[in-house]
Nanobody, 122 residues
Framework: QVEFVESGGDSVQPGGSLKLSCKATGFSLALYAVTWFRQAPGKEREAVSCISYDNDRSYYLDSVKGRFTVSRDTAKDTAYLEMSSLKPEDTAVYYC???????????????WGQGTQVTVSS
């Protein structure tokens, strides 16, 4: 099956940290950008961060700048999202997908996984 597999979600207290993983299965990550999305209950899905295929460009949603860091290890076909200073409003299911080799954001996005749940609560 050709898809991303997300992992690393958990329940943490406000101010805590998590590192999410996004592994490409059935294809090589080498020529693909990775965009991280999240969707909270009752809300629209939003793009949180993106890293280009060559690790040269990265983008962040304003509300996570300075708290989240995106990275990738192409040899492991895996991208990561390191999250710190977590807030209750970061609670969501986090997904990854790709729309090509650059972070164009224009879509269509493909290779969606099942997502991983992040819950931030005291």
């Amino acid at each position: 099956q050709v898809e991303f597999v997300e992992s690393g979600g958990d329940s943490v207290q406000p101010g805590g940290s998590l590192k999410l993983s996004c592994k490409a299965t059935g294809f090589s990550l080498a020529l693909y950008a990775v965009t991280w999305f999240r969707q909270a209950p009752g809300k629209e899905r939003e793009a949180v961060s993106c890293i280009s295929y060559d690790n040269d460009r990265s983008y962040y949603l304003d509300s996570v700048k300075g708290r989240f860091t995106v990275s990738r290890d192409t040899a492991k076909d895996t991208a990561y999202l390191e999250m710190s200073s977590l807030k209750p409003e970061d609670t969501a299911v986090y997904y990854c997908a790709t729309d090509g080799y650059l972070c164009s954001g224009s879509g269509p996005f493909d290779y969606w996984g099942q997502g991983t749940q992040v819950t931030v609560s005291s």
